[in-house]
């Protein structure tokens, strides 16, 4: 049996953060979901049963966690710095598909939320730095 695909993920985890264009945004701040799916080799940890040898998804929460708390004016600019550390302390993240909303964007529609949504591969082992943005 050969696995030609694996994927760790999180599912709509629920942050409170100060992100948006609108000064009340960056001030009152407001609550973000945020959907990730990164592409990853399970078959050590299949066989193994063993958390180091796969990529700890409580250790992915607390990058999100980390890079969600600092303000920004653009989703994108959020989304680019969760990738980029990522990308850096987990090497062996092959893709990444990412999915962040607002969950009550200032827009005066009736809706469940806006946001931005990327999906980036490293098939050719490209290392992000620092300085790079997505």
Do not use: W
């Not at 994108?76 to 893709?95: W, Y």
């Amino acid at each position: 049996m050969k696995m030609t695909t694996g994927y760790i993920f999180l599912k709509n985890v629920r942050f409170h953060a100060h992100h948006g264009v609108l000064e009340q945004e960056r001030v009152t701040g407001g609550d973000f979901l945020v959907s990730l799916r990164m592409g990853y080799p399970l078959e050590k940890a299949m066989e193994s049963d063993c958390v180091d040898d796969t990529l700890n998804y409580a250790s992915v929460y607390e990058v999100v966690k980390r890079e969600i708390a600092v303000p920004s004016a653009l989703l994108e600019h959020v989304a680019g710095r969760i990738v980029k550390t990522i990308r850096r302390e987990f090497p062996g993240v092959v893709s990444i598909d990412l999915m962040v909303t607002k969950c009550n964007p200032p827009m005066g529609a009736d809706c469940d939320g806006a946001g931005v949504e990327l999906h980036m591969d490293f098939q050719d082992n490209h290392v992000v730095k620092q300085s790079e943005y997505v």
